[in-house]
């Protein structure tokens, strides 16, 4: 095959282009082809560290550090009570060669009515696809249902949806990113396209990726590339990693009849309420689902509303970080240190989080977000983050990062833009540089977690520690389970941080006496640091501190976080409202 003549631009450290314009009709291009990238560490032998959507093509004799079979496999388990897809044994396989034909003419026949497209968009605005044109990288070629996109969205969602170095010469991985939803802002300046869209909840878009590489002799490289994305307002990465898990390989052997089902699929649910349980049929599929009661309240597997014992293999509750591959061994390299990882989040400090694949960062990041609840959201949180994102000059700069920013990223670039942040856990298993004669060779830091400011105020649970420790050289439920009782511990440390401050809060609600003598006392007195102190002081902590100094520096730098602030003014409305009630009663 004759090679292209123009000349190579390099813009990122995994995607190389040509230095012209072209559309999204072009030849696709191998990631990272020719520049070297974040080397898999000894991880990706011993559990699948490109997260739960990883998969190599069953057709291809090369071998990737994934899962064999995604259709029905949960932790390499068959889905309790689904049933077996049987509608792919009955649509026309797509030849390869074929496929961008065959997408082109059935996507223009794609018909899906308003008021379906609009129940859908209660759960998933829609899906985006996504592929690699030689000329200028990743391109949105598609959105069915049709929803307005702002060309910013439409390329931060297109590099968001693509690894940015070398995953596999053949496979398939599932990852998830957050981008700024623009679209408030067009309907501002008054496109009538863009009404159709709904409101965002909070100014962000969750994008939740199936990529795929796969040879394709029709193209210039050898290869074809594309990310399915399924689109959402809604933070249910447990919930919707599934959803495209199942959808993603199905779409790339049938194409858009599998979209068109899925589609129809989704616009059959019931509205998503709080607290919600239900039972969501999906591709063949049915999904024992638990929403959570709201985005700052943590599900917990004790407390879910299944009517049983809950089972990581048949049940989600939506707002959990995926368990596959168990986060423990996405963490195992950092598991002595996740208590001090834990306090900088609760401190809101920011955290560079590296990684050998987007599905490993995006994990670990949501597993940290969910940690902080129910604490508000205080600070922004990208699961995958490359630089190619809008948001790049301002939250990568010479500046010290935001408060509180949780950055996930695989590309060794951000290592020296980064390198004033205080904190960088680096995802995977602690391994041994590689060594090419004498020369060490290492793409991003080694797997652990480095500090430069902290210094921890509370004791770990050596106990627990010890009991992780062992279950990361155990089977694959018994590393679920643990990652289970991990984040439960977690939970439990999260709550009991704020007995003091709830202590001294019941002491600002007013007596029935102030509400009938006070006019309009109906609020929360004023928080009095002095005063929550003496508290503090008089009555301690449930939790094993250092130190009462300790102690006290812990609650002294919690107090001028914004966490804290969101805390406290979400008490005052609860206060508020409940003393409405019984004064209007």
């Given amino acids: 095959m ?14 190389l282009y040509p230095s012209r314009s072209g559309s999204c009709t072009g030849s696709t291009e191998t990631i990272a082809s020719r520049l070297p990238s974040r080397q898999p560490s000894p991880m990706e032998s011993h559990v699948p560290t490109h997260g739960i959507g990883s998969f190599q093509d069953p057709s291809s004799p090369l071998k990737s550090p994934s899962l064999s079979n995604i259709q029905d496999t949960h932790f390499g388990l068959r889905l309790a009570g689904q049933m077996t897809m049987t509608r792919s044994r009955t649509l026309p396989h797509l030849a390869k060669s074929d496929t961008a034909l ?28 996504v592929n690699f044109d030689l000329d200028v990288g990743p391109v949105v070629c598609g959105v069915y249902p049709p929803l307005y996109l702002a060309p910013a969205e439409k390329e931060n969602i297109a590099f968001s949806s693509f690894p940015d170095s070398l995953q596999f010469e053949q496979g398939s991985e599932v990852h998830s990113f957050r981008v700024q939803d623009l679209g408030p802002s067009y309907k501002h300046i008054g496109l009538d396209h863009a009404n159709n869209r709904p409101d965002s909840i909070d100014g962000y878009l969750y994008g939740y990726s199936h990529f795929s590489q796969r040879r394709d002799n029709t193209s210039k490289r050898g290869y074809q590339q594309t990310s399915l994305v399924l689109l959402s307002h809604l933070q249910y990465p447990a919930l919707f990693t599934i959803l495209i898990l199942k959808l993603g390989p199905l779409f790339l052997s049938h194409g858009v009849p599998m979209l068109e089902t899925a589609c129809h699929n989704i616009a059959n649910w019931c509205s998503p309420s709080p607290g919600l349980t239900t039972e969501l049929g999906f591709l063949g599929s049915v999904l024992h689902v638990e929403l959570p009661m709201n985005v700052d309240i943590q599900q917990l597997a004790e407390t879910a509303s299944f009517h049983e014992k809950f089972d990581p293999t048949l049940h989600l509750l939506s707002s959990m970080a995926p368990l596959d591959p168990p986060p423990v061994s996405i963490f195992e390299a950092s598991l002595s240190h996740l208590w001090s990882i834990w306090e900088c989040l609760m401190l809101c400090e920011p955290i560079l989080v590296f990684g050998t694949s987007p599905a490993a960062t995006s994990q670990a990041v949501w597993w940290l977000r969910d940690l902080l609840r129910p604490i508000p959201l205080a600070n922004d949180f990208r699961p995958y983050f490359t ?6 000059a301002l939250l ?10 949780i950055l996930g990223v695989t590309n060794p670039f951000f290592q020296k833009p980064c390198a004033h942040w205080p904190h960088v856990l680096s995802v995977g298993l602690k391994t041994s540089p590689r060594r090419q004669g004498n020369a060490t060779i290492m793409a991003g830091p080694p797997p652990g977690w480095c500090t430069r400011t902290h210094r921890r105020y509370i004791s770990k649970d050596r106990q ?14 018994d590393r679920v389970q643990a990652s289970l009782d991990l984040r439960r511990h977690f939970s439990s440390r999260t709550n009991t941080m704020l007995v003091p401050l709830n202590r001294y809060l019941n002491t600002l609600i007013p007596s029935p006496t102030e509400r009938t003598t006070v006019s309009g006392c109906l609020r929360l007195k004023s928080f009095n640091t002095v005063d929550f102190f003496s508290s503090l002081k008089a009555n301690g902590s449930p939790l094993p501190f250092k130190s009462a100094t300790k102690r006290r520096e812990f609650y002294e730098r919690w107090l001028k976080t914004p966490s804290f602030g969101l805390w406290l003014a979400r008490q005052e409305e609860v206060v508020h409202r409940t003393l409405q009630d019984k004064w209007a009663g």
């Fill in 2 to 15: 004759e090679e292209a003549t123009t000349e190579i631009e390099e813009q990122d450290i995994g995607l």
């Fill in 102 to 129: 065959h997408l082109s003419s059935e996507l223009a026949g794609f018909e899906f009515e308003q008021d379906r497209a609009s129940r859908m968009s209660q759960w998933v605005l829609a899906f985006a696809i």
């Fill in 387 to 392: 630089i190619h994102d809008k948001d790049h």
């Fill in 396 to 405: 990568v700069n010479k500046l010290p990062p935001k408060s509180g920013l």
């Fill in 464 to 477: 627990l520690l010890k009991a992780i420790e062992k279950a990361c050289n155990a089977s694959i439920p």
